[in-house]
């Protein structure tokens, strides 16, 4: 097997979870969830190419990329050793990823990297494995990287493994990053010690989402890992509150946190919210209607 390309670049799309439905704990130690994973405009972008071994290369602005593990811990280094195996003689890559998503913010910036990296790596090396295959081994890289490889708006179910299509417009978001992350075990361990409740049915969210009612979606935002996070980080809860008084339409953390996102109503609205809003950005998601 020969490499198809010398150079292959994917975007890492950052997601933001529209509501998240903590079902229960299971016995593996994980969690049954349901929620609305969207991707948007805020992108890592991943790079490979041929080298004599696997290494991970991270750029950026020193803040984002210093936060990430460069050894086994680093999700792209633990695609690309997925697919490796997955892929007879497979050569070496060097991954370079310029980061532009904050770690632990509740974004899913490393799944992001993870997924970009499987699909990268597939064409680099000329693999020919199908969607479903990557899909397979990214369940078993990490809980969020099979929404992530989707590459659109998805309802994710089980511990993050069942991936559906969902529909949803393009709606524009005020992103507002808080510092210090939260780990997303912390979070769920918080969730199970708080004796943690599970939000009302999605349907409407669902129907308001397709619809692109931004005026009813607003409201309709939940996130059942706030209370047991809010408990603990007060920042987190106090900016979702300067979100809201800001005028956006409704806010949720995403994830287990740290971001915390505000719905506009245009992009004109999402550009006037993160002018009032410290370390915020407007983003679009899906980004292009997905």
């Not at 280094?77 to 632990?104: F, M, N, S, T, Y």
């Not at 790596?121 to 099979?146: F, H, K, M, Q, Y």
């Not at 047991?228 to 806010?251: H, M, S, T």
């Amino acid at each position: 097997m020969t490499p198809r390309a010398r150079t292959v670049r994917r975007e890492a799309r950052a997601k933001v979870n529209v509501f998240l439905r903590v079902l229960g704990a299971r016995a593996d130690g994980y969690h049954d969830l349901e929620t609305l994973v969207v991707p948007i405009s805020l992108a890592d972008v991943v790079t490979v190419r041929p080298a004599d071994a696997l290494r991970v290369d991270v750029r950026g602005a020193a803040e984002l990329a210093g936060q990430v593990p460069r050894g086994g811990l680093n999700l792209a280094l633990v695609a690309a050793l997925a697919l490796a195996d997955a892929c007879p003689h497979a050569p070496g890559a060097e991954i370079v990823i310029q980061k532009r998503i904050p770690v632990a913010a509740g974004l899913g910036g490393g799944s992001a990297d993870a997924a970009a990296t499987l699909l990268a790596l597939n064409e680099l090396w000329g693999c020919g494995l199908d969607l479903a295959t990557l899909a397979d081994l990214a369940e078993r890289i990490g809980s969020d990287v099979p929404a992530m490889l989707a590459g659109g708006p998805v309802l994710v179910c089980g511990r993050g493994e069942l991936v559906a299509p969902a529909e949803v417009v393009p709606l524009w978001w005020v992103l507002v990053r808080v510092p210090d992350g939260v780990r997303s075990p912390d979070a769920y361990r918080w969730w199970d010690e708080d004796g943690g409740s599970t939000g009302p049915d999605p349907a409407p969210i669902l129907e308001a989402a397709a619809a692109g009612d931004v005026e009813t979606l607003g409201p309709l935002l939940f996130n059942d890992l706030e209370p047991p996070v809010f408990a603990r980080r007060p920042d987190i809860a106090a900016a979702k509150e300067r979100v809201l008084r800001a005028g956006a339409l409704g806010a949720v953390m995403s994830g287990s946190g740290s971001s915390v996102v505000g719905l506009a109503r245009d992009e004109a609205h999402a550009r006037a919210l993160a002018a009032a809003l410290p370390d915020a950005m407007p983003v679009l998601g899906p980004p292009g209607g997905g």
